[in-house]
């Protein structure tokens, strides 16, 4: 990495000498301390001269003092890495500053001045992935949330908005692309095979959203014209080799702008805009303001190397990053704690956006899956936070399922509250009042309470409680009056730092099944806003089914307390397609967790093979939706709902149930599998559906039968001409010990060499196994040739996917614990977001019985002793062993 003082630094500037032996102090911030920033940049222009080794950057601030600032006269520019290589203020050598750790600080005497400053940068060796770092030859930026202070000296912080112009110069061969946010205005040739770039971004923004990219680009082109008639100019830039798999990020691309307008109203604002396809990526994609910079892996799809789930997910965060334009970079957040304010909605916004572009209830399921497996045991464990936290150490620790996931349930319960008009009328309230400015979660709120006709006093409590809200429900029949009461009780758990917390507002759709003729008077709203409340339902001769958080309405754990015969009404009955599938799952989860502690209930196995039976024969439901019907909880859901538990226990609970289903349906579930394998390759629902059976058919044939199941699964493989069938059929059979496992996975592998998206599945297909010798394969596949520390998708792929496979993560010796965290330490020094990013799994010790607890805690101990440890992974062991 670069050095933080260079032979430059003027003399005379004692604290600059003393910053690279300054202890770090990881300094919390809190979100009470907000104060304006005392100077603003209403402009700046960036001058850079490319190269992989050296970029020279000349940044020429034009700052003025904010009339709204505490009149500090001191300019205070964030540096991260930075050496001051030579600082101008009007033109003449700038007096009087001083280093305060890897921070400059510029004493002014005006109001309004022009300051330059040159920064040496070095993209090669920039491990990190933030700032301006290589991948594969070319040259690209990350910024959100603190990485244009690696770049060059700014303040750094989301609410200084600032007009960019930005000239690029390179080599022509090696940069023949030069891209930056907003429009380009001029190009031209320079000496020696050089050529430059002049980009100007009419729009304000703060630093976190400018980007660059320099490189060896070939683009897919095309244009979308916006409603009120502006062409804009289209392009998904990739690597030569990877443009024909370029079609569906496009399509996907011009579905989001039409659907933007369509939805809610939002038009395009520059007249081009770039998306850049990186292989070194540390999370999904990033926003830039025309430029948005992703991770291959959500922009390269065809049938042959993408499944369907990759096509969906190039869809969702295609979207994702195109409806940030509105939700997040015309309006921006105040601060680093507000991040929710564009991820939440931004998160809404993309799911909403899939459901229209698919199947709504399926989306639905998923969505609600993802929060359970995910954000459910952040909002239990020692990290939760609110979705707009109090303090953090290091901002990249706040990228979480919480802020993001947890933040779109929240608007997605004023959704529900306000209904699809007046919440619409809310949004275009919130964009109309806040476009251009830097706002906070209580500006959307109060935008939503004036707009939309909500009361949303008691409702922030969402925004400020962390932990997810235990609710129950009893239903109380009264014969005389004909009358149903539904009590429902609410308690909000302790989290980190709040003991106590108060009754929130949780908005439940509920429906009262007539048990004989199987229909209901329609849904009701029930708000239940204190810690006990009842609701009674008259007109009824007979006790009702009852039908609870239908769509899952709120993001809650429900404990309906019904029997079991109630729950196989419901998964036969219920006209709501998440409520159908919830029944399901909750009678699952109920025999799981019955059968850790006593065994398997025979009655109630029996019902579910039943209900699943019923779920293969239903003609009313298309196979996307049966797909999902077919899962089983996570085990990491399970965890949350048990006390602290054996997770190998819970799992091979749940792969005995399955087994027990699939040989009580087997024939059904093979003529599925037949019915499934005639239908043709292609994107239509009906097909992707059929693959998706398919597949599901097997996992639950091969918990049965595994030796049947193999050479079903292996024909599926030899048959597939697509990427969802062959995968599907190799995580079955690498979870199977039989001859066609290794050849199979040599064969995927050989057949896809130099493809590294494909890799990954390959790493990943092995990592996430079934086998129980998964551990020794990891370890060998850590030295393959093919595996480097360097690429977070990479590591990811093995790594992750090991973490979160329970059986091998919570191998009884400990092993699983301390391959991630030897992992943690030699990836911390190198890349310490994406090491932080593997705390969590070892983090949940408290879900976990005592002796697997211990050998977890020991590894987070031993990972908290190591010397020089990053800010971001040592925030994470800290508040994990507390
Ligand atoms: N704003 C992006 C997420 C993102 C955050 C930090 C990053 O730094 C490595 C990259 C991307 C989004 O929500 O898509
Ligand atoms: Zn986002």
Same mark, same amino acid.
């Given at each position: ?7 430059s ?5 004692p ?16 979100r009470k301390?907000?104060?304006?920033p ?10 850079f ?6 970029t020279?950057?000349?940044a020429?601030?034009?700052v ?18 930075l ?11 700038a ?8 921070? $400059? ?15 040496h ?6 491990s990190?992935l933030?700032?301006l ?12 949330a ?5 770049i060059t000296f700014?303040?750094d ?5 600032s ?7 390179g ?9 930056s946010n907003?429009?380009l205005?001029?190009?031209?040739e ?6 430059w770039?002049?980009?100007?971004d009419?729009?304000?923004?703060p ?14 082109r095309?244009?979308?014209t ?8 289209l ?17 996907s691309?011009?579905n989001?702008m ?6 809610f ?8 805009f ?9 999370m999904?994609?990033?926003e830039?303001k025309g430029?948005?910079?992703?991770n291959?892996?959500?922009v ?5 190397t993408?499944t369907d789930?990759d096509?969906?997910?190039v869809?969702?965060?295609v979207?994702h990053e195109?409806f940030h ?6 309006i ?6 507000q991040?929710?304010?564009?991820e939440?909605?931004?998160v809404?916004?993309?799911?909403m956006f899939s459901?229209d572009?698919?199947?709504?209830p ?6 609600v899956r ?10 239990s ?19 979480t399922?919480?802020v993001?996931n947890?933040?779109?349930e ?7 509250m306000?209904g699809?008009?007046?919440f ?6 919130y ?5 251009g ?14 707009g ?30 004909g009358?149903?009461t ?7 758990p302790a989290t ?7 009754a929130?507002p949780i908005p ?5 099944f ?7 008077d329609?849904?009701k709203?029930?708000i239940?806003d ?21 769509g899952?309405?709120a ?14 009404f419901?998964?036969a009955?219920d006209?709501?397609?998440?409520a159908?599938?919830e029944?399901?799952?909750q009678?699952?989860?109920r025999?799981?967790?019955g ?11 029996t ?5 699943m ?16 019907l077919?899962?089983?909880?996570a ?7 048990a006390?602290?538990a ?7 609970a749940?792969?005995?149930?399955k087994?027990y ?8 579930l093979?003529?599925l ?7 043709g ?5 009906e097909?992707?559906?059929a ?10 044939l091969s ?10 699964a292996e ?5 597939a001409d697509?990427?969802?069938d062959?995968?599907?059929?190799l995580?079955? $059979? ?5 001859p066609a ?6 064969d995927f ?39 480097t520390i360097?690429n ?7 790594y ?7 059986p091998?993560f919570?191998e ?5 614990y ?8 030699k990836?911390?020094p ?9 705390i ?12 697997r607890a211990?050998m977890m805690?020991?590894?987070l ?5 190591a010397e020089g ?5 040592r925030?994470?062991v800290?508040?994990s $062993?507390?």
């Amino acid at each position: 990495m670069d050095i933080a003082r260079t032979p430059s630094n003027p003399a005379g500037n004692p604290e600059m000498a003393d910053a690279a032996v300054e202890p770090v102090d990881p300094a919390t911030i809190f979100r009470k301390n907000y104060t304006p920033p005392s100077w603003l940049v209403p402009e700046i222009r960036l001058d850079f001269d490319l190269g992989t080794e050296l970029t020279k950057c000349v940044a020429t601030l034009k700052v003025e003092r904010n009339p709204a600032g505490d009149g500090d006269q001191t300019l205070h520019l964030c540096g991260d890495n930075l050496a001051v290589m030579s600082l101008k203020v009007d033109g003449a050598d700038a007096e009087g500053w001083s280093m305060s750790g890897s921070n $400059l600080l510029l004493p002014l005497t005006g109001t309004s001045h022009e300051v330059t400053i040159e920064t040496h940068l070095h993209p090669a060796t920039n491990s990190q992935l933030m700032g301006l770092y290589a991948s594969s030859g070319m040259l690209c930026t990350q910024c959100e949330a603190e990485g244009f202070r690696r770049i060059t000296f700014f303040p750094d912080r989301p609410d200084v908005l600032s007009k960019y112009t930005v000239r690029m110069e390179g080599d022509k061969e090696t940069f023949p692309v030069l891209l930056s946010n907003g429009n380009l205005v001029e190009t031209g040739e320079g000496e020696a095979g050089r050529h430059w770039a002049l980009w100007d971004d009419p729009w304000p923004k703060p630093s976190y959203l400018f980007a660059l990219v320099a490189g060896q680009l070939v683009a897919n082109r095309d244009t979308f014209t916006t409603m009120n008639g502006r062409k804009v100019e289209l392009a998904v830039w990739v690597r030569e080799g990877d443009l024909e798999r370029t079609d569906h990020a496009m399509r996907s691309l011009i579905n989001s702008m039409k659907w933007d307008e369509e939805t809610f109203g939002r038009e395009y604002d520059l007249d081009q805009f770039n998306i850049v396809a990186v292989s070194d990526f540390n999370m999904g994609a990033m926003e830039n303001k025309g430029l948005n910079i992703f991770n291959t892996r959500y922009v390269l799809a065809d049938p042959e190397t993408a499944t369907d789930g990759d096509y969906d997910g190039v869809e969702g965060v295609v979207g994702h990053e195109y409806f940030h334009n509105w939700s997040g970079n015309r309006i921006t957040c105040r601060d680093w704690f507000q991040l929710s304010l564009k991820e939440g909605f931004t998160v809404l916004r993309d799911q909403m956006f899939s459901a229209d572009m698919g199947s709504e209830p399926v989306k639905r399921i998923e969505d609600v899956r993802v929060l359970r497996a995910a954000q459910f045991p952040e909002d239990s464990g020692p990290l939760a936070h609110p979705i707009r936290p109090d303090s953090y150490q290091e901002i990249s620790n706040f990228y979480t399922a919480t802020v993001y996931n947890k933040g779109a349930e929240v608007i997605r319960m004023m959704h529900t509250m306000a209904g699809p008009e007046a919440f619409r009328k809310g949004t275009d309230l919130y964009f109309e009042r806040h476009d251009g400015e830097a706002a906070t979660c209580e500006d959307f709120v109060k935008a939503m309470e004036d707009g939309a006709g909500l009361d949303l006093a008691q409702f922030r409590l969402w925004y400020e409680q962390a932990g997810t809200p235990k609710v129950t429900m009893r239903a109380e029949f009264d014969q005389s009056e004909g009358a149903v009461t539904l009590h429902f009780t609410q308690k909000v758990p302790a989290t980190p730092g709040q003991p106590s917390k108060k009754a929130m507002p949780i908005p439940i759709k509920v429906a009262l099944f007539d048990r004989d003729t199987k229909a209901h008077d329609g849904e009701k709203l029930l708000i239940v806003d204190k810690d006990k409340a009842e609701f009674t339902f008259k007109g009824f001769t007979r006790p009702p089914v009852i039908s609870a958080n239908r769509g899952f309405t709120a993001p809650i754990q429900l404990d309906a307390e019904q029997g079991d015969d109630d729950l196989v009404f419901l998964a036969a009955n219920d006209d709501d397609a998440f409520a159908r599938y919830e029944a399901l799952q909750q009678l699952v989860t109920r025999e799981l967790l019955g059968a850790i502690e006593n065994g398997p209930d025979e009655k109630r196995r029996t019902a579910i093979a039943d209900a699943m039976g019923a779920v293969l024969d239903d003609t009313q439901i298309d196979d996307l939706m049966r797909g999902e019907l077919m899962m089983m909880p996570a085990v990491t859901f399970l965890l949350e709902l048990a006390a602290p538990a054996d997770p190998v226990a819970l799992h091979d609970a749940r792969e005995r149930l399955k087994g027990y289903i699939g040989s009580r349906l087997r024939d059904r579930l093979i003529a599925l599998h037949e019915r499934a394998s005639a239908i043709g390759y292609s994107l239509s629902a009906e097909a992707r559906g059929a693959r998706k059976v398919k597949t599901q058919a097997l996992v639950l044939l091969s918990a049965a039968d595994a030796k049947e199941a193999a050479a079903r699964a292996e024909a599926q493989y030899r048959a597939a001409d697509n990427m969802t069938d062959r995968q599907g059929a190799l995580m079955v $059979l690498a979870g199977i010990d039989c001859p066609a496992r290794a050849e199979l996975l040599e064969d995927f592998r050989k057949r896809f060499e130099g493809n590294a998206l494909v890799t990954d599945k390959w790493f990943a297909l092995q990592a996430g196994s079934l086998d129980p010798m998964v551990l020794d394969t990891v370890e060998a596949l850590s030295n393959h040739a093919d595996f480097t520390i360097k690429n977070p998708n990479r590591v990811r792929s093995l790594y992750m996917t090991m973490a979160v496979n329970q059986p091998a993560f919570h191998e009884e010796s400990g092993r699983g614990y301390r391959m991630i965290a030897d992992l943690v330490l030699k990836l911390d020094p190198l890349n310490a977001q994406t090491a932080a990013r593997f705390i969590p799994a070892l983090g949940r010790w408290r879900k976990i019985e005592p002796k697997r607890a211990a050998m977890m805690r020991a590894e987070l101990e031993r990972i908290a002793k190591a010397e020089g440890l990053s800010k971001d992974t040592r925030e994470q062991v800290t508040k994990s $062993l507390d």
